[in-house]
């Protein structure tokens, strides 16, 4: 894959570049702030972008602000955020567009690189990966007209494993149950949520979408 690193911390990104490279990945570009984030995803149109949240030179919120201006300028294209902070608001921007290629991890929890690598090229196919305090914490700002009033306590776990980026059969393992009934519940979601027959992978995007902003 093709990848851009946009994090301020010189060592980290430089560990980020080398481990990618080691990996068998072509690291385009690697800077450190916003500005530099969103010309390289203009100019080079990577496979996908690994961003943190706080650069400068406020150290707020620059990294996200700047995914979301090169979804924006280039749609579609995908984007691991890696951070040690959850910024809800704008992660529910980088999210609004249902195209899929989303990522948002925390720095502090990645505790296995192989995961790492395999969540890396699921966002770069069009997937969704997020850690589960990132999960939480877009949840709790779920709006009254709850789409998913209608699934039942099993389905609503099943579709926050989705939300996590876990395939039918890790969910099976997780609750350990058969992966067909983890394939029963997947199906019910999307009947109950009105997705009708399309790509999977888009189908569950989309019931992850559902999930985080209802």
Same mark, same amino acid.
């Given at each position: 894959?093709?990848?851009?690193?946009?994090?301020?911390?010189?060592?980290?990104?430089?560990?980020?570049?080398?481990?990618?490279?080691?990996? $068998?990945?072509?690291?385009?570009?690697?800077?450190?702030?916003?500005?530099?984030?969103? =010309?390289?995803?203009?100019?080079?149109?990577?496979?996908?972008?690994?961003?943190?949240?706080?650069?400068?030179?406020?150290?707020?919120?620059?990294?996200?602000?700047?995914?979301?201006?090169?979804?924006?300028?280039?749609? $579609? =294209?995908?984007?691991?955020?890696?951070?040690?902070?959850?910024?809800?608001?704008?992660? !529910?921007?980088?999210?609004? !567009?249902?195209?899929?290629?989303?990522?948002?991890?925390?720095?502090?929890?990645?505790?296995?690189?192989?995961?790492?690598?395999? $969540?890396?090229?699921?966002?770069?196919?069009?997937?969704?990966?997020?850690?589960?305090?990132?999960?939480?914490?877009?949840?709790? /700002?779920?709006?009254?007209?709850?789409?998913? /009033?209608?699934? &039942?306590?099993?389905?609503?776990?099943?579709? $926050?494993?989705?939300?996590?980026?876990?395939?039918? =059969?890790?969910?099976?393992?997780?609750?350990?149950? =058969?992966?067909?009934?983890?394939?029963?519940?997947?199906?019910?979601?999307? &009947?109950?949520?009105?997705?009708?027959?399309?790509?999977?992978?888009?189908?569950?995007?989309?019931?992850?979408?559902?999930?985080?902003?209802?």
């Amino acid at each position: 894959m093709r990848v851009v690193i946009a994090d301020d911390a010189v060592l980290l990104r430089e560990g980020l570049v080398r481990l990618l490279v080691e990996s $068998g990945h072509d690291v385009v570009a690697a800077v450190g702030d916003g500005p530099s984030l969103v =010309t390289s995803v203009l100019e080079h149109k990577p496979d996908i972008s690994i961003v943190d949240v706080r650069m400068p030179p406020s150290h707020t919120d620059e990294g996200l602000r700047a995914a979301v201006e090169a979804r924006g300028k280039v749609p $579609g =294209t995908p984007v691991l955020v890696l951070s040690q902070y959850v910024e809800v608001s704008y992660a !529910d921007d980088l999210l609004a !567009d249902g195209k899929g290629g989303i990522g948002y991890l925390l720095k502090d929890r990645v505790s296995d690189v192989a995961d790492f690598l395999d $969540g890396l090229a699921r966002v770069a196919g069009g997937g969704t990966v997020l850690d589960p305090e990132v999960v939480a914490q877009l949840f709790a /700002r779920r709006r009254r007209g709850d789409p998913l /009033r209608s699934l &039942t306590a099993r389905e609503r776990e099943v579709l $926050g494993l989705m939300a996590e980026g876990r395939s039918n =059969t890790a969910i099976a393992r997780h609750l350990v149950v =058969t992966e067909g009934a983890v394939e029963k519940h997947v199906r019910n979601i999307f &009947t109950k949520l009105d997705l009708p027959p399309d790509d999977e992978q888009h189908r569950r995007v989309l019931a992850v979408l559902a999930y985080l902003k209802g």
